[in-house]
Nanobody
Framework: QVQLVESGGGLVQPGGSLRLSCTTS????????MGWYRQAPGKERELVAI???????NYGDSTKGRFTISRDNAKNTVYLQMNSLKAEDTAVYYC?????????WGQGTQVTVSA
């Protein structure tokens, strides 16, 4: 079992930045890849960004160019740097980690973009 603990959410003004963190309870290499997803009220959960153990990344269409996913293997942590935030980025952001026969989610952290 792997637990994922997110942090870094909060309230930010439009155009501002936030950095989310997700730390695993076991070695990050226990998982094949990790990612961030988000879910806004009344909408389905959507992909924000993913990063593999090899460092390959992929982004959802709505966040390309504004968000950056990265990882610190020594700290068993994945980050999501969010810049140029918009009101439509408001959502609960979830960390996900997966591998062969494994799929884990964090508890979620709220990000609210509002003036």
């Amino acid at each position: 079992q792997v637990q994922l603990v997110e942090s870094g959410g909060g309230l930010v003004q439009p155009g501002g930045s936030l950095r989310l963190s997700c730390t695993t309870s076991r070695s990050i290499f226990t998982l094949t890849a990790m990612g961030w997803y988000r879910q806004a009220p009344g909408k389905e959960r959507e992909l924000v960004a993913i990063i593999t153990n090899g460092g390959s990344t992929n982004y959802g269409d709505s966040t390309k160019g504004r968000f950056t996913i990265s990882r610190d293997n020594a700290k068993n942590t994945v980050y999501l740097q969010m810049n140029s935030l918009k009101a439509e980025d408001t959502a609960v952001y979830y960390c996900r980690g997966w591998g062969i026969g494994m799929n884990y989610w964090g508890q979620g952290t709220q990000v609210t973009v509002s003036a």
